[in-house]
């Protein structure tokens, strides 16, 4: 089983930054890919930004350029520093992992911009 945790979330302000972290714990297949999403109310979950156990990231147009997705050496912790926020940026943020045994969850944190 495997079990994801987020912190980080809270109450910024528009310009604003936040740090998100995700501890991963479990059996996980080293081949896996990380992510973030978000909800707003009333909106679907995006993606936000991912990351492969090779490293490669990708991330959604609306945070490129203010986002950045990261994880230890060991692998098991992946962050999301998140610079210059934004209203918009509002939401119930959501770590994610998928590997060969399916996709997992954690339970969100929430994060409020304020303008």
């Known amino acids: 089983q495997v079990h994801l945790v987020e912190s980080g979330g809270g109450l910024a302000q528009a310009g604003g930054s936040l740090r998100l972290s995700c501890a991963a714990s479990?059996?996980?297949?080293?081949?896996?890919?990380k992510g973030w999403y978000r909800q707003a109310p009333g909106k679907q979950r995006e993606l936000v930004a991912s990351?492969?156990?090779?490293?490669?990231?990708d991330y959604a147009d609306s945070v490129k350029g203010r986002f950045t997705i990261s994880r230890d050496n060991a692998k098991v912790t992946v962050y999301l520093q998140m610079n210059r926020l934004k209203p918009e940026d509002t939401g119930v943020y959501y770590c994610?992992?998928?590997?060969?045994?399916?996709?997992?969850w954690g339970q969100g944190t929430q994060v409020t911009v304020s303008s």
């Open positions: 994610h992992l998928r590997d060969y045994q399916g996709d997992y």
């Open positions: 479990g059996t996980i297949f080293s081949n896996n890919v």
């Open positions: 990351i492969t156990s090779g490293d490669s990231t």
